[in-house]
């Protein structure tokens, strides 16, 4: 059964950083494009980051880039979104999420599999 689990979500200060994690175990994905969705209180889920298989090629909304980064170690099966910065505005559940297809790109269209989120909370 493939699982992906996130952590590192919690309560911080504006200005501050959080480092999520998200684990994929029952199937590797060191062949696929991974990334990072959210979704605030109301509001749509919104794609935030992905990177392609090596790692080589990472894409961001707009909302994020240059303060989010994504990253990916293959060999722990894992994906990682360093956010510093961070705004009120950020305040979401915050989504693993993993492609069967895709390999460099991750349209919400082709995501196969979902972790259940963290939450984080940016108080202003």
């Known amino acids: 059964q493939v699982q992906l689990v996130e952590s590192g979500g919690g309560l911080v200060q504006a200005g501050g950083s959080l480092r999520l994690s998200c684990a994929a175990s029952?199937?590797?994905?060191?062949?696929?494009?991974m990334g990072w969705f959210r979704q605030a209180p109301g509001k749509e889920r919104e794609f935030v980051a992905s990177i392609s298989r090596s790692g080589g090629t990472t894409n961001y909304a707009h909302s994020v880039r240059g303060r989010f980064t994504i990253s990916r170690d293959n060999a722990k099966n894992t994906v990682y979104l360093q956010m510093n910065s961070l705004k009120a505005e950020d305040t979401a559940t915050y989504y693993c999420a993993a492609s069967t297809m895709y390999q460099t790109t991750l349209p919400t269209g082709g995501v196969d599999y979902w972790g259940k989120g963290t939450l984080v909370t940016v108080s202003s």
């Open positions: 029952g199937r590797s994905f060191s062949s696929n494009a």
